[in-house]
């Protein structure tokens, strides 16, 4: 148990669908991330939120829409996706958006698009 | 470009020591850290070194040296539920997390 609970844990979508990943936060951390974990290559971040302000976000597609309503909640919503956007996404959060600090994970939400 | 560079697998038996290596090029460097991934769970922290040498805590250790772009994870008596994916990354200049991708250690009895 991280301090970071993500849901849910697995999601198949067609193309057309539009679904959310929802993750949440106990530790009482000021900035969360989402990250795209694919096989055998580095972890990719996508977003980041700082005291709930969107502080980067790492040229992703807009099918990819994040939504940030407080520090303790972080959800991506998935719209028109792709077969190549199949991965893992993890959520993580940390005590600032400095960089510095320990990233701590949640076990992620494995996505298959069809 | 930035790029972190370790192995993609390696096998150790149970009992025995193991070394991680991981080299990188970036631009800048505030730190680096080990994260452990066990398959299908999150990742964990094992370490952070911004200064050159090596940080014992446990059965793991974590060296550093700046001057060479190279760092390493030391397991010592290695047990089964060390087999997981350990993952590398560097802070870079602008405190953005460069990441490599990842070195799964398989542990045979």
Known sequence: ETGVTQTPRHLVMGMTNKKSLKCEQHLGHNAMYWYKQSAKKPLELMFVYNFKEQTENNSVPSRFSPECPNSSHLFLHLHTLQPEDSALYLCASSQDGTGTGELFFGEGSRLTVL | ?109
Not at chain 2, 33 to 47: D, I, N, V
Not at chain 2, 48 to 58: A, F, Q, R, S
Not at chain 2, 61 to 86: I, P, T
């Open chain 2, 1 to 109: 470009g930035q790029n972190i560079d370790q192995p993609t697998e390696m096998t150790a038996t149970e009992g025995a020591i193991v070394q991680i290596n991981c080299t990188y090029q970036t631009s800048g460097f505030n730190g680096l850290f080990w994260y452990q991934q066990h398959a299908g769970e999150a990742p964990t922290f094992l370490s952070y070194n911004v200064l050159d040498g090596l940080e014992e805590k446990g059965r793991f250790s974590s060296f550093l040296s700046r001057s060479k772009g190279y760092s390493y994870l030391l397991l010592k008596e290695l047990q089964m539920k060390d087999s997981a994916s350990y993952l590398c990354a560097v802070l870079d200049s602008n405190y953005q997390l460069i990441w490599g991708a990842g070195t799964k250690l398989i542990i045979k009895p």
